[in-house]
């Protein structure tokens, strides 16, 4: 189903529901930055595509960070609909445009706690544990981690979850149990950025409607020519169903722990206009854990592989790949103080001359948010980022490269 039949179908299921819904609510962000990043000055954001790791490009600037409407209609308290809209302006570029929708039911739970909950439309896989408050925000930091920040560039569910949830309190126990099975389209593309990007830190969600930037690399005149210069991260190119399965345990309100399985079951012999479909695998964990009142670590983990063919059947890239983070929050007060320090990779496993897409690199985030009121916020942030990656001499860039980014925000939530 290509985006414009499915936009249409999920905009006639908001429009049926919002005939029928008795409660409604919006609710929205507006966040400004002032940005300065520094390293190496030829270096420029992988969002315009350059070899960077961070949103924005070297130097200082200011930028509307995000701006999001999200808009929900209720029925009954067990069937509802959301839309999720986003604009943003920055140096790159100013766009808008939905980042979700999707009808939503919740049943009642059983005598015996059983209770199933259904998802339709277009959503996020349930991955992150950091971009919690609206419109896929994280209010700990002002920037994802790697890991969540590659959700949000190439990953979208085109299609419908189940959950089958255990609460606990109806057998008298602290623990409650789910497991998610979801089934999706529209993700044959996803990988492609993680190859020739790498891994990035941001705060950028990809719009439905939106194409991403391929970094220029040798073998994009070579084995890789009919590579398109902008990549769909939201295209179907071969009708088939991707899976993503996902476990949830949480142990009253202190601990909350998750694993699952993603693979969008792409088949890669499919090339359409420049746009390969690319096999994307990887396992995933995450958990939340309150070290006392005011004192959290989370933590994720995420492996896995990705690769995509010639048209003549031949694996022109293929790739393994990890990124891990640990964050430790304090909250006191109008006070919020997060730490977070992760590790990612990409190991390279093909020989396809030009496209290297080998890549070790760590980082350090220090944020500090104070609360100037229920519902804004003053935010400022620190980045530390060092990365190694070959394929940076293809345009004549440093191989290893130590970034730092400053910020300072205006987050207002309504």
Same mark, same amino acid.
């Given at each position: 189903?290509?985006?414009?039949?499915?936009?249409?179908?999920?905009?006639?299921?908001? +429009?049926?529901?919002?005939?029928?819904?008795?409660?409604?609510?919006?609710?929205?962000?507006?966040?400004?930055?002032?940005?300065? !990043?520094?390293?190496?000055?030829? !270096?420029? *954001?992988?969002?315009?595509?350059?070899?960077?790791?961070?949103?924005?490009? =070297?130097?200082?600037?200011?930028?509307?960070?995000? &701006?999001?409407?999200?808009?929900?209609?209720?029925?009954?308290?067990?069937?509802?609909?959301?839309?999720?809209?986003?604009?943003?302006?920055?140096?790159?570029?100013?766009?808008?445009?939905?980042?979700?929708?999707?009808?939503?039911?919740?049943?009642?739970?059983?005598?015996?706690?059983?209770?199933?909950?259904?998802?339709?439309?277009?959503?996020?896989? =349930?991955?992150?544990?950091?971009?919690?408050?609206?419109?896929?925000?994280?209010?700990?930091?002002?920037?994802?981690?790697? &890991?969540?920040?590659?959700?949000?560039?190439?990953?979208?569910?085109?299609?419908?979850?189940?959950?089958?949830?255990?609460?606990?309190?109806?057998?008298?126990?602290?623990?409650?149990?789910? +497991?998610?099975?979801?089934?999706?389209?529209?993700?044959?593309?996803?990988?492609?950025?993680?190859?020739?990007?790498?891994?990035?830190?941001?705060?950028?969600? *990809?719009?439905? =409607?939106?194409? +991403?930037? !391929?970094?220029?690399?040798?073998?994009?005149?070579?084995?890789?020519?009919?590579?398109?210069?902008? *990549?769909?991260?939201?295209?179907?190119?071969?009708?088939?169903?991707?899976?993503?399965?996902?476990?949830?345990?949480?142990?009253?309100?202190?601990?909350?722990?998750?694993?699952?399985?993603?693979?969008?079951?792409?088949?890669?012999?499919?090339?359409?206009?420049?746009?390969?479909?690319?096999?994307?695998?990887?396992?995933?964990?995450?958990?939340?854990?309150?070290?006392?009142?005011? #004192?959290?670590?989370?933590?994720?983990?995420?492996?896995?592989?990705?690769?995509?063919?010639?048209?003549?059947?031949?694996?022109?890239?293929?790739?393994?790949?990890?990124?891990?983070?640990?964050?430790?929050?304090?909250?006191?007060?109008?006070?919020?103080?997060?730490?977070?320090?992760?590790?990612?990779?990409?190991?390279?496993?093909?020989?396809?001359?030009?496209?290297?897409?080998?890549?070790?690199?760590?980082?350090?985030? #220090?944020?500090?948010?104070?609360?100037?009121?229920?519902?804004?916020?003053?935010?400022?942030?620190?980045?530390?980022?060092?990365?190694?990656?070959?394929?940076?001499?293809?345009?004549?860039?440093?191989?290893?490269?130590?970034?730092?980014?400053?910020?300072?925000?205006?987050?207002?939530?309504?």
């Amino acid at each position: 189903m290509n985006k414009t039949k499915y936009f249409g179908l999920l905009l006639c299921t908001v +429009l049926s529901t919002m005939t029928q819904a008795y409660e409604q609510s919006l609710k929205g962000l507006i966040d400004i930055r002032a940005v300065h !990043v520094n390293g190496d000055n030829k !270096v420029g *954001s992988y969002l315009s595509g350059d070899y960077g790791k961070f949103r924005y490009g =070297q130097g200082a600037g200011i930028a509307l960070s995000q &701006l999001a409407i999200q808009y929900k209609y209720e029925l009954n308290n067990q069937i509802s609909t959301t839309i999720i809209a986003n604009a943003f302006a920055d140096e790159n570029q100013t766009d808008i445009g939905v980042t979700e929708g999707y009808l939503s039911y919740r049943g009642l739970p059983s005598s015996n706690g059983w209770r199933a909950k259904t998802k339709l439309g277009l959503f996020y896989p =349930q991955i992150s544990l950091e971009n919690k408050a609206t419109a896929w925000s994280t209010p700990y930091t002002l920037t994802s981690s790697s &890991l969540n920040n590659w959700v949000g560039e190439e990953f979208r569910h085109s299609g419908a979850a189940i959950t089958i949830e255990k609460l606990g309190k109806f057998s008298k126990t602290k623990h409650d149990f789910s +497991l998610e099975l979801a089934v999706f389209q529209n993700n044959d593309t996803a990988g492609a950025m993680l190859a020739w990007h790498g891994w990035a830190i941001g705060s950028r969600q *990809s719009l439905l =409607q939106e194409k +991403l930037v !391929v970094q220029p690399f040798n073998a994009r005149t070579g084995d890789l020519k009919d590579q398109a210069a902008l *990549s769909d991260p939201f295209i179907e190119l071969d009708n088939r169903w991707g899976t993503h399965l996902i476990a949830q345990w949480r142990w009253q309100h202190k601990l909350k722990a998750n694993i699952g399985y993603y693979d969008n079951n792409a088949d890669t012999t499919v090339v359409k206009n420049g746009q390969y479909a690319w096999s994307t695998k990887f396992s995933h964990l995450g958990f939340k854990y309150k070290l006392n009142k005011q #004192l959290e670590l989370t933590g994720q983990y995420m492996r896995g592989t990705t690769f995509m063919q010639s048209p003549y059947g031949d694996k022109v890239v293929d790739n393994d790949f990890h990124s891990a983070f640990l964050m430790l929050r304090k909250y006191w007060q109008s006070h919020h103080l997060a730490v977070r320090v992760e590790e990612f990779s990409v190991d390279d496993n093909d020989t396809t001359v030009g496209d290297n897409n080998k890549e070790y690199g760590k980082a350090l985030t #220090l944020s500090y948010r104070y609360k100037l009121s229920r519902s804004s916020f003053i935010h400022s942030e620190y980045n530390w980022l060092d990365s190694t990656r070959p394929s940076r001499s293809y345009v004549s860039l440093p191989i290893e490269l130590t970034e730092q980014q400053f910020q300072i925000a205006y987050r207002y939530y309504f």
